[in-house]
């Protein structure tokens, strides 16, 4: 309200402070919604916090769901240097044999040597450097100007450089050089070698005789022939275009390094217990994490009340209870019919505490790795897949795995996804799950409530201004009452 000005001139009063006080009234409900809304906010704060915790806690038992990924194993050679080795998580507890025949060799070819590598070796138009290499004919026309060995070796890098590599070396001295160009495959093998080699320009010669069908060299100039490496696995001779050897032996791959056909090496395959149990942690120390959370909400103490934003909320609950019935309700039909006793968490070391939390024997998962390891990891793995049955979305056995194995991971991890997101309802609408259910809430609760707090702002805005404008009156009148007073009273004294 510019240009209204009011401090009590007229009436005596501090009509300021009478203001600043009546607003000071009505602005008590806009900070009691906004006390409620930092509640529905520290609500909201918390949420995210634990939808954290929750996806940590599914992202473990995703891990420990694919059998590639729960197991892991360690190879142990009865002598090093000939092999190295290196099992992922699909492969099988086992001892083999070993026996290197061969490495793999690439197929490489030298020019006969030339004084300078700096001279233009074309001797006139239209000669070439023609051969084969990665089943492509190459046939490289020389410029006679630009034919010089290192322009030669650039025009083959440029013109098959996918296949092979042109370089240029001195085999001589630097008194008396014999520069030489080296033509190497770009793949090892014999599906690797480069045939048909030939040149026609007139100062670069090669001897283009191939090797016999025994892979000797039949040219000087065919100074390594490309080669298979070849090795004797389990009994059985395998041949491989490169040194590895990933696709022989299931989850396990291998590179050989040094070949001796007089000697056979062993090596054996076992379970990497320590690294097993080490995941197996990470999902308990997650499982503990969410608990720990879960705890210090629903804390209650006369002096400070309520531990948390969320305590007695039910989607606390409703969590727990899902990850709960995902990791221990196994059916006591599975239970009776466990011969072997792998059947459930509690036989594999983890103990529930009174708090809630998790505690793991390590001693004895390990020993129940070490004793069936098949066993261990079919508790966790879902070995047969997911099958609901063909039951409909958005029913009770949708996620209900109806198949003999189910594994508790790949069952803690479906019990996890269906906490959030959305899923088709009947005619048409749109089902939120847990989290995004309540997170939409809390957000729909600030909404209305921001609502509020702006029509209550606005309220007072106005009321504001009415207020200045009625004491404004107000002192006006007082003022012109006051005026008329001492008019009146200087009248009066002026009679007397």
Request: proline share 2%.
């Amino acid at each position: 309200m510019a240009g209204i000005g009011i401090g009590g001139l007229g009436s005596g009063l501090d009509t300021n402070a009478i203001i600043t006080q009546l607003l000071k009234l009505e602005t008590i409900p806009i900070n009691q919604l906004e006390g409620k809304k930092k509640v529905e906010q520290d609500k909201l704060s918390k949420i995210g916090d634990f939808k954290n915790l929750v996806k940590d806690l599914q992202s473990k038992a995703k891990q420990l769901s694919q059998l590639k990924n729960l197991l892991e194993f360690k190879v142990t050679p009865s002598e090093e240097g000939v092999a190295s080795f290196e099992a992922t998580g699909e492969a099988v507890e086992a001892n083999h044999t070993l026996k290197v025949l061969s490495l793999a060799a690439v197929d490489r070819w030298t020019f006969d040597g030339v004084a300078d590598k700096t001279t233009d070796l074309a001797t006139g138009a239209g000669q070439v450097v023609s051969f084969t290499a990665g089943g492509t004919n190459h046939s490289i026309a020389i410029d006679q100007a630009s034919s010089s060995l290192e322009e030669v070796a650039a025009a083959i890098n440029t013109a098959a450089g996918d296949d092979v590599e042109a370089t240029v070396v001195n085999t001589g001295t630097s008194i008396a050089p014999s520069w030489k160009l080296v033509l190497t495959s770009k793949e090892s093998g014999i599906a690797g070698r480069i045939s048909n080699i030939s040149s026609t320009v007139g100062g670069l010669t090669i001897d283009g005789a191939g090797p016999d069908a025994s892979g000797v060299a039949q040219s000087a100039d065919n100074i390594t022939v490309g080669s298979n490496a070849v090795a004797v696995i389990d009994g059985l001779q395998v041949e491989r275009t490169t040194n590895e050897f990933n696709d022989v032996i299931t989850g396990l791959s291998l590179v050989v390094e040094s070949a001796d056909p007089t000697k056979t090496i062993n090596f054996s395959v076992e379970a990497d217990t320590e690294a097993v149990v080490s995941k197996v942690e990470d999902l308990v120390v997650a499982y503990n994490a969410i608990i720990s959370f879960v705890n210090a909400q629903n804390t209650y103490s006369e002096d400070d009340g309520p531990g948390g934003p969320l305590f007695g909320d039910a989607l606390l609950r409703q969590v727990r209870t899902s990850i709960d019935d995902a990791l221990f309700n196994v059916p006591l039909a599975v239970v009776a019919a466990d011969t072997t006793g792998y059947s459930t968490l509690g036989l594999m070391g983890f103990e529930k505490e009174n708090d809630g939390k998790i505690t793991l024997d390590k001693t004895k998962l390990e020993e129940k790795i070490l004793g069936n390891l098949e066993a261990f990891a079919d508790l966790f793995v879902d070995s047969d897949g997911f099958d609901n049955g063909g039951a409909a979305p958005n029913t009770p056995g949708y996620y209900v795995d109806t198949t003999v194995d189910s594994g508790l991971a790949a069952k803690l991890d479906r019990a996890i996804e269906r906490m959030f997101g959305t899923s088709d309802g009947p005619s048409g609408t749109v089902l939120k799950a847990l989290f995004d259910a309540k997170t939409q809430t809390l957000n729909d609760a600030i909404e209305r409530l921001n609502d509020q707090i702006e029509d209550k702002e606005y309220y007072l805005e106005k009321y504001e201004a009415s207020l200045i404008q009625k004491f404004a009156r107000l002192e006006d009148v007082m003022g012109g009452l006051n005026a008329k007073g001492a008019a009146l009273q200087s009248a009066l004294v002026g009679l007397i």
